[in-house]
């Protein structure tokens, strides 16, 4: 591995979470080594570390050694991390040096595409809006038919999902929906798609209403320009093993402030000092499991969000809970800033 891509894959001691979550997403693959001063390995760190260690109530600016795991399997020859690597199924191997610094790190031949396990659940898509943050392309096409590469928005969406099986679609539009239903009516993949159309606009959640009594078990619930590449198997038996009746999918966003910011105390006193922090927050990706039992709960005809929805099953003691994922694992489809690093995060350069 050249020394620019092994660099990737190594962080230090010193790190927080949050920096270090940043290092995994940059590598695309899920891990990253922790060295001392001296680049000698101390521990691993997977985005699943991360997400167990915030579930379990982390926190960001934590030290990354409180999440990371310590003394990782590590090969000495290339030919010793070739063996381990195909007899542990690792993620990757590193290889050190006799002081135990890393010199290199062998990752093996990750295939194109895993077996996904099939999980047969419907999904609802939220396709009514007029996708005003696509504006002027939406004053010709709805939103979901805007194309990244060669398929449109809303297909890359539902071919995420039929990896896993994920055959059954109820789509809920309203703005331009003959385009929608034109399109997918002379589409070659022949999707098994339900209509359902809002008379008017309903909101981000209110077009649910117009399923009740037609979906008598667990789905996915998604917006149409929110592509999610995340474990969906995961997220599932997180759903099922807290019980919740909704799982709100959030990604960790990072927003650089380009000023030093002064924490201030009594009499203008400075507590501290931070040079160009990078705030971190957990942001909303507009995707959900939901239980069908939250649709008895939607008026009929009326425009809401769905964000009320999830607090009002709150306020009724309903368990609804946030399955993290990390920035890389989430698209925003919906900006024009963000459909060129669509199409190459999809395609390549």
């Known amino acids: 591995m050249d020394n620019l891509e092994f660099q990737k894959f190594i962080g230090t001691c010193d790190l927080s979470v949050a920096e270090a979550m940043r290092k995994i997403d940059i590598n695309s693959s899920g891990i990253l080594f922790l060295t001392d001063e001296q680049t ?36 000495h020859t290339f030919e010793e991390a070739v ?14 040096n006799d002081e135990g610094r890393m010199v290199d790190l062998y990752i093996g031949k990750m295939p194109a595409r895993t077996q996904r396990t ?20 939406t004053r010709v096409l709805p939103k979901p038919l805007i ?34 239903k034109a399109y997918f009516s002379e589409n070659e993949a022949h999707y098994h798609i339900h209509w359902y159309d809002e008379e008017k606009p309903l909101g981000t959640g209110g077009g649910l209403s117009l399923l009740r009594d037609k979906i008598d078990s667990t789905f996915f619930f998604t917006n149409c320009d929110n592509l999610l590449l ?29 000023y030093g910011v002064i924490e201030m105390g009594i009499n203008g006193k400075i ?19 939901v239980e069908p039992e939250v649709l008895e709960d939607i008026e009929d005809d009326t425009a809401v969000g769905f964000p009320e929805i999830v607090e009002k099953q709150r306020q009724k003691g309903r368990k609804v809970s946030v399955f993290p994922v990390s920035e890389s694992e989430w698209l925003d489809m919906g900006q024009l800033s963000e459909l060129e690093k669509m199409r190459k995060r999809l395609y390549g350069e």
């Open 40 to 75: 000698r390995l101390k521990y691993s760190l997977t985005d699943g570390d991360v997400r167990r260690f915030l579930l379990a109530g982390g926190h960001l600016d934590d030290n990354v050694q409180k999440a990371a795991h310590p003394d990782p399997k590590f090969a």
């Open 230 to 258: 995340a474990n969906y198997e995961r997220i599932l038996q997180f759903h099922r093993k807290h019980q919740n009746v909704i799982t709100m999918i959030c990604a960790y966003k990072y927003y650089p402030i380009p």
């Open 271 to 289: 507590e501290k000092i931070r040079e160009k922090p990078v705030i971190s927050v957990l942001a909303n990706t507009g995707i959900y499991v």
């Open 83 to 96: 063996t381990l690597y195909d007899n542990k199924k690792l993620i990757a191997i590193p290889i050190c």
């Open 118 to 137: 099939p999980l047969h659940i419907p999904v609802v898509i939220n396709a009514g809006g007029k996708g005003t943050r696509l504006d002027p392309y």
């Open 147 to 180: 194309p990244v590469g060669d398929y449109p928005i809303i297909e890359h969406i539902m071919k995420e999902y039929q990896s896993y099986s994920c055959d059954q679609f109820h789509i809920i539009v309203n703005y331009k929906r003959e385009l929608m």
